[in-house]
């Protein structure tokens, strides 16, 4: 068998992706890849785009973060969030990017939480990004 049972687990949803033959995440360390027969493991995630690839078509996931959970023959991203690429709202996205972008270069910056605006900052770009495939 060249597939796997990809499931997605939200705070609020649980969604059956069926069968898929490629996943692409990416890892707390870098991106890895999933295919059929994958050791099992379970695996942090970090912001960032989801690569599947199903009936031999790709399509393209942004996601804040979360886990995989890699078992025979199935496949659990249990994710924080995640929106479909042509799910994005591109100029909620940028304006996401531009205000975190703005916190961050302030003169007064001294009463931003650096770590939360860097987070945002991030996960806006990624989403500007996957929104574009």
Do not use: W
Request: proline letters at 2%.
């Amino acid at each position: 068998m060249n597939s796997f049972k990809l499931e997605i687990v939200t705070p609020t949803k649980i969604q059956d992706e069926g069968q898929v033959e490629h996943i692409r995440c990416p890892g707390l360390d870098g991106y890895f890849g999933v295919m059929a027969n994958h050791r099992e493991a379970i695996i942090g995630l970090g912001v960032g785009e989801i690569k599947v690839t199903q009936n031999g078509k790709d399509y393209f996931l942004a996601t804040s973060g979360g886990f995989a959970e890699i078992i025979k023959e199935r496949v659990g991203l249990l994710l924080e969030t995640y929106e479909q690429a042509g799910e994005i709202d591109a100029a909620r996205a940028e304006v996401a990017l531009k205000r975190a972008q703005e916190r961050k270069d302030a003169k007064d910056a001294k009463d931003v939480d650096v770590t939360r605006n860097d987070t945002s900052l991030l996960r806006a770009a990624n989403r500007l990004k996957v929104s574009k495939r």
